[in-house]
T-cell receptor, first 111, second 114 residues
Framework: GQQLNQSPQSMFIQEGEDVSMNCTSSSIFNTWLWYKQDPGEGPVLLIALYKAGELTSNGRLTAQFGITRKDSFLNISASIPSDVGIYFCAGQGRNTDKLIFGTGTRLQVFP | KAGVTQTPRYLIKTRGQQVTLSCSPISGHRSVSWYQQTPGQGLQFLFEYFSETQRNKGNFPGRFSGRQFSNSRSEMNVSTLELGDSALYLC?????????????FGQGTRLTVV
């Protein structure tokens, strides 16, 4: 199936560090969503973006809808152990209701 | 407000059997989408139902089917199970599934085929 390119695939960082991850697509999207998934659980919605250039924050998380509409970024500041998990981006394009998911970024935070 | 509820949480079946999974969306949500998640393939879209009709379909064989009831609850059925069907099956509900609508996931059903 179709997927977005998400990078990096995995990250191992120290508690307190900032984290950045991104998603890119070959096609234009109208919506970008960012999810976090804990082991054995379903993804939980973190941030939703609807306009090119939009920058939205949710606590220590900040996400941006790229100007080209083909990419999005998620930043986590001052990471803590409970940030551990897999982060997925998802995009929704023109003329479709279907969400396309990124391949995920696995985040590990060491104390 | 209750979230998306999937039952059962865990299931073990043998090859050749069939299985039915259930998803109750958030109250008021009319769109339900199903995804298969495996370590190697990530989240793969199966299908989406809206108002009891299948509106979108992914690239899965006909062994995978679904339906939606008038109360928006949805079921997914897999017939003639294969070992490769072992996965976490997730459903997501949204208000109407149209552009710019957020999708909320259930906890998933972990299916193991032996």
């Amino acid at each position: 199936g179709q997927q977005l390119n998400q990078s990096p695939q995995s990250m191992f960082i120290q508690e307190g560090e900032d984290v950045s991850m991104n998603c890119t697509s070959s096609s234009i999207f109208n919506t970008w969503l960012w999810y976090k998934q804990d082991p054995g659980e379903g993804p939980v919605l973190l941030i939703a973006l609807y306009k090119a250039g939009e920058l939205t924050s949710n606590g220590r998380l900040t996400a941006q809808f790229g100007i080209t509409r083909k990419d999005s970024f998620l930043n986590i500041s001052a990471s803590i152990p409970s940030d551990v998990g897999i982060y997925f981006c998802a995009g929704q394009g023109r003329n479709t209701d279907k969400l396309i998911f990124g391949t995920g970024t696995r985040l590990q935070v060491f104390p | 407000k209750a979230g998306v509820t999937q039952t059962p949480r865990y299931l073990i079946k043998t090859r050749g059997q069939q299985v039915t999974l259930s998803c109750s969306p958030i109250s008021g949500h009319r769109s339900v989408s199903w995804y298969q998640q495996t370590p190697g393939q990530g989240l793969q879209f199966l299908f989406e139902y809206f108002s009891e009709t299948q509106r979108n379909k992914g690239n899965f064989p006909g062994r995978f089917s679904g339906r939606q009831f008038s109360n928006s609850r949805s079921e997914m059925n897999v017939s003639t199970l294969e070992l490769g069907d072992s996965a976490l099956y997730l459903c997501a509900s949204s208000l109407d599934g149209l552009l710019n609508t957020e999708a909320f996931f259930g906890q998933g059903t972990r299916l193991t085929v032996v």
